[in-house]
């Protein structure tokens, strides 16, 4: 199908011709390579910076287009760039995307058969690529480090660089050896790139990585086209069916399950009421899971029911939704498990349903884990902050962003606490309970023991502490500690407490609870999760113009047939966004067809004329 030897003439004009500024390389490559006509947010300023051999941290979203900040730079150095990535899903995907664009790529794993690893080693040793994609155990083996070291090594990039900290949600041990990188190249740039770290997190990657002095480009981790929908339990299959058949019919999702037993029964339920569903998990044989995953990349409307075992490295981009049917075990998990919907920006749900057992289910995996006590503090400081995004009164995306460190100014207006509010009620006396006891106490101990002071229990750590001699020993003993939880959870939530994980758990105040104490502020808690009318509609997001469904239909089918003649993902021709702009717009011509954002010169090579061709038999059956 591709006409290789124009590709290789093509873009080695782009590897070898020196143009007047690094600046105006990049804006030809994203636009003649990637068919962009502009980078978003600091993705030219990360590119500038590792042309101009310097490292950088980059935190952007799922979807953020993190892999162009290395990409570009990739084609426009001379030699080969490593990129480090922790699966093997993720290593193919990237490849089979480059391939299509005519980029020279390839990836050495476990996977790959004799001839397919012979082949790529022979391309590599000959400077036949200009991007490799290893985990970080092969990169680091000493043969492999000896064929690079022959080689001009352009770039270093580090994806899903989160896997090296135990903060993290995915810890790798495997990654902390890549620290080993700078006595090796030393001389080479090196970029870290993850769509999830909180500031611990981070800290981690720049001591591990040996990235201190580096610039950190941190990009909005918003992702304003998802819907986050969060309720408690109650039925999940009906729910979830009401779910589907209401708001995705035919679209393609992951519904995410916390056991393997309720991955299977949920995939067999759901392909019982008509819908083409496949389970994914870590019980399953090798052979079954690849299977189900080529099936979901590879078709349109497949869900695929699974554990967290599935998603990282999926990279197709028109999942429509994301559901989970019991809680994750941190934040950082759940942005990244729902950052798998709606990749291309058009409109997705994030919908989840969770319940107290969930709660009691992950502190019982934390607490008979055999990590040590400094992991468990963290994990189950985690579940608290999963929680509180849960519980939380205020708007989901807010909360959720503010995790991150970042601060979303106004409501989203596109989460169900912003599109159906829940009731408040003015907490000011609680929360001045609350706090003052967290002070009373010293600001040294933990959750629990605070609410079993305001309790007024004679446990033998209050007896020990003499904290029943203390003024708030027993003020709460009109609510229940799992009211008191909630409470706390919100207080925490709001920013007037913070859990200290490296004095164990301990809650301190911040600056926000002294106008609270002094009654200069008052505080709204929620009530009991029941809803009140609907607010209003959600606000819209950025869509193509309006499109002719009909020829977006021929479009897709057309689409497939390509993608199934060359074995690979539909998405990784045209995006679905693509393709709507060509069945608004209707181009008639080559010129025509490069504006479509996501059409190269190598696609427009590849595919034009099929697409043309397509677009002006349906201009002239709409016609007659």
């Given at each position: ?310 998603g990282m490295g999926i990279d197709k981009p028109n999942v429509r939704f994301v559901a989970h049917l019991d809680l994750p075990k941190s934040l950082e998990g759940y942005y990244q498990e729902t950052g798998r919907a709606g990749r291309d920006g058009l409109p997705a749900s994030a919908w989840m349903m969770w319940g107290l057992q969930d709660v009691l289910t992950l502190r019982r995996f934390i607490s008979e884990s055999q990590a040590s006590d400094a992991v468990r503090r963290i994990e189950h400081a985690k579940l608290d902050a999963m929680i509180g995004l849960c519980e939380t ?228 059956a709409a016609a007659t």
């Open positions: 199908m591709q006409r290789t030897g124009s590709i290789a003439i093509y873009l080695a004009d782009y590897y070898h011709a020196r143009m007047e500024t690094a600046s105006s390389s990049s804006q030809d490559i994203l636009r003649d390579v990637f068919g962009y006509t502009a980078f978003r947010g600091e993705q030219q300023a990360i590119i500038d910076k590792l042309l101009e051999g310097e490292n950088a941290l980059v935190l952007m979203p799922t979807g953020g287009g993190k892999s162009l900040c290395y990409q570009i730079p990739a084609l426009l150095l001379d030699g080969v760039s490593i990129v480090v990535s922790p699966l093997i899903a993720l290593m193919q995907d990237q490849v089979s995307a480059l391939q299509q664009l005519g980029v020279s790529a390839g990836c050495l794993h476990s996977g790959l058969s004799e001839d397919e690893e012979r082949s790529t080693l022979q391309q590599l040793r000959g400077g036949g690529l200009k991007l490799i994609y290893m985990a970080p155990e092969r990169l680091l083996n000493p043969g492999m480090l000896n064929n690079l070291h022959n080689l001009p090594v352009a770039l270093i990039a580090i994806d899903e660089a989160h896997c090296v900290s135990q903060w993290g949600h995915d810890f790798r041990p495997e990654y902390t050896r890549l620290t080993e990188l700078v006595e090796h190249f030393p001389e080479v740039p090196r970029i870290a790139l993850t769509a999830t770290a909180e500031q611990h997190t981070r800290e981690d990657i720049r001591k591990h990585l040996r990235l201190e002095t580096a610039p950190e480009f941190i990009a909005s981790f918003d992702r304003p086209n998802i819907t986050y929908r969060i309720t408690e339990r109650s039925g999940y299959k009906q729910a979830l069916l009401t779910f589907l058949r209401q708001q995705h019919a035919g679209d393609a999702g992951i519904v995410y399950c916390l056991s393997r037993r309720k991955t299977d029964q949920t995939a067999e339920w759901l392909s019982q009421q008509g819908f083409e569903a496949l389970p994914y998990h870590a019980g399953m044989s090798g052979a079954e899971r690849a299977a189900n995953q080529r099936a979901f990349i590879n078709n349109e409307g497949i869900i695929m029911v699974a554990t967290i075992a599935f009164p205020t708007c989901r995306r807010q909360t959720l962003l503010n995790y991150f460190d970042e601060q979303l100014p106004e409501p989203c207006g596109n989460c169900d606490r912003c599109l159906e509010p829940v009731e408040t009620f003015d907490g000011t006396e609680l929360a001045q309970k609350a706090l003052s006891c967290v002070y009373r106490t010293g600001q040294t101990f933990g959750m629990s023991h605070v609410i079993d002071v305001l309790l007024g229990k004679e446990t033998e750590k209050t007896l020990r502490f003499d904290h029943q001699q203390l003024s708030t020993f027993g003020i709460g003993d009109d609510r229940s500690a799992k009211a008191w939880r909630r409470i706390f959870r919100q207080l925490i939530n709001k920013g007037y407490l913070f859990a200290n994980q490296e004095r164990f758990g301990a809650l301190q105040l911040t600056a926000a609870a002294k106008p609270v104490l002094t009654g200069l502020a008052n505080v709204l808690l929620m009530s009991e999760p029941k809803r009140l009318p609907k607010a209003g509609a959600a606000k819209t997001v950025e869509l193509p113009p309006d499109y002719d469904p009909e020829l977006f239909e021929r479009l897709k089918q057309l689409r497939l047939q390509l993608a199934r003649e060359q074995n690979i993902p539909p998405y990784l021709i045209f995006h679905d966004g693509a393709l709507r702009q060509m069945a608004a717009l209707k181009p008639a011509s080559h010129a025509e067809l490069l504006s479509i954002s996501g059409v190269g010169q190598v696609k427009l090579e590849n595919y034009g004329e099929l697409f043309l061709q397509s677009i002006h038999t349906h201009r002239q």
